[in-house]
């Protein structure tokens, strides 16, 4: 008689092989010891850092934070964009940092011309807007799926763009003039005076940041997008056009990277550079906030400005490296960021 072959027992791991009353007290256990331990690893330190910090310098801190926030909004307003396009549509452009510049240098000499800094906005947000629709229908439509090649394109892009920027509007540095009743600083107590601009941003990041969750998630053609990249050719089948959906969502996207390059040219300058910069911003905001979620994106943005801030106010040696810390500790604790979905 032929021996049966015998089937190997399953290695079960040591929740597994608990009755399922005591599984899910291990879970339960888990899941209780990592809540505080982050407790203790994150909100102790901040906790003791914040009362430590208010305690010695009041006004310094608070200066600090609303340098912070401020300095978030405009990360946000970057990578509010580049999350529609990379986070929810899944389309690798690391050509988005020249964007940004193209939307502040084509405000810049529009600016300049009209005098009319609403008109420069305007021209910062079109720009770029047309821009990236020309890459949506002439580059990303024919590399769907393709992320490397998505990748090594639009970094061919951003060096093409970056020369010719260089070239038209040389090395020198540009900041527009808000307009007048921008121009000022807020009474705040302890504080003393803060800039109106750098509060109308806030104020404006917020604005925008409702209406894009509102168009994503209330709206007919928000819904199609989530769709149409959940499921292409089902949508298809329905008789929406899906190029054009994709190519006005990147074209928004993009827009919102000139509308960007433009209101931070106002707070902060114009220069070569300001490209790279922005773009590594808007990737850490992603990652860490989740990729296609706009309320990610703020989170993201909030952390990364106020690290970003404190670390130059209090430990200007070490400012920079907060930011990847808070990088590598979400990758490692929650890899599809704060606030997005699991792959």
């Known amino acids: ?23 899910a007290a291990a879970r339960s256990r888990s899941r209780l010891f990592w ?54 549509m899944r389309n ?21 011309a009209s005098g009319s800094w609403l008109l420069a906005v305007l021209a910062g947000f079109v720009s770029a807007a047309l821009v990236g629709l020309l890459m949506q229908v002439l580059v990303f439509r024919h590399m769907q799926g393709q992320d490397l090649r998505q990748t090594l394109v639009t970094i061919g892009l951003s060096i093409v763009l970056a020369d010719l920027m260089l070239w038209i509007w040389t090395a020198e540095v540009y900041q527009f003039d808000p307009p007048s009743w921008m121009v000022g600083a807020l009474r705040m107590p302890i504080v003393g005076g803060y800039s109106t601009y750098r509060l109308l941003v806030l104020a404006a990041s917020i604005v925008i940041g409702i ?15 989530r769709a149409g990249v959940d499921d292409r050719a089902m949508l298809a089948a329905t008789g929406v056009n899906v190029q054009r959906v994709f190519a006005i969502t990147f074209a928004i996207g ?11 040219g106002t707070a902060l300058s114009i220069a070569p550079g300001e490209d790279t910069r922005y773009l590594l911003a808007s990737l850490v905001v992603v990652i860490v906030g989740g990729m296609g979620s706009i309320p990610g994106a703020a989170v993201g943005a909030l952390m990364i400005g106020l690290a970003e801030q404190f670390g130059l106010a209090y430990a200007p040696t070490y400012g920079v490296v907060f930011t990847f810390v808070i990088m590598v500790l979400v990758l490692a604790f929650r890899p599809q960021g704060i606030l997005g979905r699991p792959a």
């Open 254 to 264: 993009a827009g919102l990277a000139g509308f960007a390059g433009v209101v931070g």
């Open 92 to 112: 690798v452009n690391l050509a988005h940092g020249s964007l940004y510049l193209l939307g502040a240098y084509v405000g810049f000499a529009v600016g300049e």
């Open 211 to 225: 209406a894009l969750y509102l168009f994503l998630n209330r709206t007919r053609v928000g819904m199609m997008i």
């Open 35 to 88: 809540l505080w331990f982050r407790r203790l690893v994150i909100w102790v330190p901040l906790a003791v850092f914040t009362l430590w910090a208010l305690a010695d310098n009041a006004k310094l801190f608070l200066l600090t934070a609303l340098n912070g926030l401020t300095l978030a909004a405009l990360y946000f307003l970057v990578a509010s964009g580049f999350s529609l396009v990379f986070g929810l």
């Open 1 to 23: 008689m032929s021996a049966v072959p015998q089937t190997p027992p399953a290695t079960l791991s040591p929740a597994q092989g608990l009755p399922r009353g005591r599984q």
